[in-house]
Structure formats: C-alpha cells, structure tokens
Nanobody
Framework: QVQLVESGGGLAQPGGSLRLSCVAS????????MGWYRQAPGKQRDLVAR???????TYADSVKGRFTISRDNARDTVNLQMDKLKPEDTAVYYC????????WGQGTQVTVSS
C-alpha cells in the first residue's frame, strides 16, 4: 500500500517561510520522480516543483527563486522549502510520486496572510 504523508503546512506571514515534508512508503523511493502540487479554492491543481529520481528539478515560474525542492533517498522524503511567501501561495499542497502510476498525499494547507 502506497502512502505519502505530508507535514509542515500552516500559517505564515507574507515574506515568511515554511518547510513542507513528505514521507513515502510502499514505493521504491529512489526510482520515483517526486513533486509538489497546489490547489487554491476554485482553481485547478498545478505543479509547483518536481525532482526526478536523478535529482533534476523544475519549478513553476511563479515560485522560481523562492521555493526549493529536495529529496533524501535515505529517508524516503521529499521536502519543499518555501521562502518569501506571498498571499497568492495560499493553497492546499499535495505531494506526488510518479513510479509507473501516480500517487498522491492527502494534502496540507498553507495559508499566507498578515
């Protein structure tokens, strides 16, 4: 059974930081491409950042220079460091694993507000 468990969401002020983590189980993590997506109310779910099994990264234009995705294969974990947060970053953030099939976490709420 595949499980992706996110943590680290919450409330931050504009300009602040949050760090999201996702621990995977039930998959061969080292062979998986991992990503973070987000979905704001009334909008579609969009890619935020992605890291391949070889460590290549891609980012949405809206987060380039502010967010950093990383992975720790020894701990089956993918992280998203979010700096210089903006109110428009407010959304539910979902962890994604691509290894043959696509798997999703349950989501964690990020709210950026003063």
């Amino acid at each position: 059974q595949v499980q992706l468990v996110e943590s680290g969401g919450g409330l931050a002020q504009p300009g602040g930081s949050l760090r999201l983590s996702c621990v995977a189980s039930g998959i061969i993590f080292g062979l998986s491409d991992m990503g973070w997506y987000r979905q704001a109310p009334g909008k579609q779910r969009d890619l935020v950042a992605r890291i391949t099994r070889r460590g290549f990264t891609t980012y949405a234009d809206s987060v380039k220079g502010r967010f950093t995705i990383s992975r720790d294969n020894a701990r089956d974990t993918v992280n998203l460091q979010m700096d210089k947060l903006k109110p428009e970053d407010t959304a539910v953030y979902y962890c994604n694993a691509q290894v043959g099939n696509a798997y999703w976490g349950q989501g964690t709420q990020v709210t950026v507000s003063s």
